[in-house]
């Protein structure tokens, strides 16, 4: 059997991935264990890796290099994957963790502030109610400025479609005052 098919076998044959599996266990942890200093992520990662195994068995080609050359440029993307997941929890950690305490005069703004927010959130909450078909048109019209025919052709759909789904959508959020002044005409 092709060595590319072998590897492409290792998806589908839990025999084949478990051979794979133990021939190269220990050269992936030991990839791993040189860039990683912590015995639980070593762990995490090296399962992480032959998770990715199955998913990308069918991109080795065995002209470009060994099975231990394609094993370690998926462990590398693994391990690069980790490092900007780290790096994002990290700098979202140091965000947070900088933060002042809100004083009194802090929370009246924030208030001032949600309260004034209000009607925005009541057009969000309602967009997010209406019907997918009547949304998309709605947006296209309204946020992005197209005419009715123009969205007919962005989604696909007859003029006439359209403009009955502008009409539900529009009917639907009559009441709210933010929504009817942007969408006259």
């Known amino acids: 059997m092709p060595v590319r098919r072998k590897q492409a076998g290792i998806a589908r044959d839990p025999a084949a991935f478990e051979a794979f599996y133990r021939r190269h266990v220990d050269a992936v942890t030991r990839f791993i264990a040189r860039r990683v200093d912590d015995p639980h992520t070593v762990a995490d990662l090296v399962a992480e890796v032959f998770m990715a195994v199955l998913d990308s068995a069918h991109t080795y080609r065995p002209g470009l290099g060994t099975e231990i050359a394609w094993l370690y440029g998926v462990a590398r993307n693994t391990l690069s994957a980790e490092r900007r997941r780290a790096f994002k929890e990290g700098r979202l950690a140091s965000r947070l963790g900088g933060r002042r305490v809100l004083d009194a005069d802090d929370l009246v703004r924030l208030e001032e502030r949600i309260d004034a927010g209000r009607a ?63 969408m006259a005409g």
């Open 120 to 182: 925005a959130r009541e057009v969000l909450a309602a967009l997010a109610d209406l019907p997918e078909g009547e949304r998309a048109v709605l947006e296209l019209v309204v946020v992005d400025q197209l005419t009715v025919a123009e969205a007919a052709v962005a989604l696909g759909i007859r003029q006439g479609t359209a403009k009955v789904r502008l009409h539900r959508a529009r009917r639907t959020l009559r009441g709210l005052p933010l929504v009817m002044e942007g």
